[in-house]
């Protein structure tokens, strides 16, 4: 196992483990311990429906102390299964907890899978102890493949920052390519970090650094019940990070969650398209957003550009319905740096010969002004294919 193409964070060790819980011969029971006990954040799922290990890992974190270890399964989300969900979710961390000579409480749960299917309690119980047995065997690679789900590949990021003249390592990783409108974070996602840091600074970097990166990338406009980013920064590299440094651990974290970010647009279920929706001169920063989620999540918009289709129409009309207050006289759209549309009126420009090189590209910029004001939003968004039917079509058989 071990991947040494993505570093890991120091004083961290990973396990994967094959437990049969959806697919025989895929891993899918993943095991993150740190040596030394860690500051603890997390960003959830503010859909209502929150899953077990939501639930309870909310519920782990607002204690405040130390935690040691993340368990995550996929194949079975353990979301909508009631109070039997629940005593399974702490079952499988007493399962864990017992493995590694830890406590429950200073583990944090994350599942995904098929909403409303209990935990195979029976597998778990086979399962754990070959899965504590090969801690430290994993690398950062494996442990991304493990969580996977409907993902063509494994999500990894990493980021470096000097800090008191020592280097401070960041890993993460990710899983989600469809059911994903984070409205917080993603359907899961680790960052491991070896600074010390306290832990309210900690979580505040994380509720900031969410803002703009997972809950600025959108596939199909669902949120998830099961979104969870957890972060855990355990010392082990010797630097406590603190006062002005902080901004610096900070833009790392924020680093990491972006390539994360686009990573996941990038692999949306059926994905060929990473859509950069840019609105410009609203006056607030919440009418630019409102405009850039209505046009990213427009079938007619994420069709056209599945087919190259330089269709501005459709575009506007999406403006036009967003709720947003503009002039339309004052609205100007460009696709990959063309201009499309101003005036109120299509422009005399060759655009479907100027945009036939380009709409054959990955990112597709899409930039709209609405006006004068100083606002602006971006908004990752991906194309809609005939994949994506095929794949939600048939998720559950």
Not at 88 to 105: D, F, I, M, Q
Not at 211 to 218: E, G, K
Not at 261 to 282: M, W
Request: with cysteine; hydrophobic share 45%.
């Amino acid at each position: 196992m071990k991947s040494a193409t993505m570093p890991l964070a120091g004083g961290f060790r990973l396990a994967t483990f094959r437990a049969g819980f959806k697919k025989a011969n895929h891993p899918d029971l993943s095991l993150v311990v740190s040596d030394f006990p860690a500051a603890g954040a997390g960003v959830f799922t503010t859909n209502l429906f929150k899953a077990a290990p939501v639930l309870v890992a909310m519920k782990h974190l607002a204690k405040g102390a130390p935690l040691r270890a993340i368990v995550v399964n996929t194949g079975q989300a353990n979301a909508c299964t009631g109070t039997q969900g629940l005593e399974n979710c702490n079952k499988t961390l007493a399962l864990v907890a017992r493995a590694t000579g830890l406590s429950p409480e200073e583990i944090l749960p994350a599942s995904t899978g098929v909403i409303g299917a209990q935990l195979k309690m029976e597998a778990w119980e086979k399962a754990v102890p070959g899965l504590c047995a090969n801690l430290g065997q994993a690398g950062v690679e494996d442990l991304a493949t493990a969580i996977m789900t409907t993902d063509k590949g494994p999500k990894m990021a990493a980021a470096t920052c000097e800090i008191e003249g020592k280097t401070i390592t960041l890993t993460g990783v990710a899983k989600g390519a469809g059911m994903i409108c984070p409205n917080m974070a993603t359907m899961i996602s680790l960052v491991l970090c070896d600074a010390a840091v306290e832990r309210a600074e900690w979580q505040a970097m994380f509720s900031r650094a969410v803002r703009t990166t997972f809950n600025r990338a959108t596939v199909d406009g669902d949120t998830s019940t099961n979104d969870s980013l957890f972060g855990l920064a355990n010392g082990a590299s010797g630097v406590t990070v603190q006062g002005e440094a902080l901004t610096i651990l900070e833009a790392a974290l924020e680093d990491v969650l972006a390539q994360l970010a686009y990573k996941l647009v990038e692999d949306g279920e059926g994905a060929t398209k990473v859509l950069h929706i840019t609105v410009r001169g609203t006056d607030t920063e919440a009418a630019a957003e409102q405009a850039a989620r209505t046009v990213g999540h427009s079938q007619l918009v994420k069709t056209a550009m599945y087919g190259k289709d330089a269709n501005w129409g459709r575009i506007v009309a999406a403006l036009g319905r967003s709720g947003v207050h503009f002039a339309p006289e004052a609205v100007r759209v460009s696709l990959c740096g063309v201009m499309l549309f101003e005036k109120g009126q299509p422009t005399s420009l060759d655009f479907d010969a100027l945009l036939k090189e380009p709409l054959e590209g990955t990112d597709i910029a899409i930039d709209i002004v609405l006006g004068s004001g100083p606002a602006e939003y971006t908004l990752l968004a991906s194309d809609l294919t005939h994949e994506y039917i095929s794949i939600n079509a048939d998720y559950r058989s």
